[in-house]
């Protein structure tokens, strides 16, 4: 599912983290990094919202202050759990912590 970028922020805002583990991606269109990791988590079966920044500098203002200065893309949230990117991502899954805090919710 894909946000619309104006109304990301105060649907995180509302976002009650702590009692389900829901997956966020913030990408952006033409960042291969994205695809690579919505491909990771659609092989491991996770539903996702996505919120696309292309474009959108309040979104991506919104990102880079809920990702503590960052501001690339993707940014992959799990549940509360700031994973990062996508290196972050795979490298949780070759660890094999992904599939945990995949269920964890």
Known sequence: MVINAADSASA???QDFTTMSKV?????????????????????GAAFDEIDVTGQPTARED?????????TVPQI???????GGCDDLHSLDRSGKLDTLLKAG
């Open 24 to 44: 966020i991606i913030y990408t952006s269109g033409h960042c291969p990094y994205c695809h690579l990791a919505k491909e990771l988590l659609r092989t491991k």
């Open 12 to 14: 995180l805002q509302n």
């Open 77 to 83: 949230w799990i549940g509360a759990t700031h994973v």
């Open 63 to 71: 990102l880079r202050v809920k990702a503590g200065g960052r501001s």
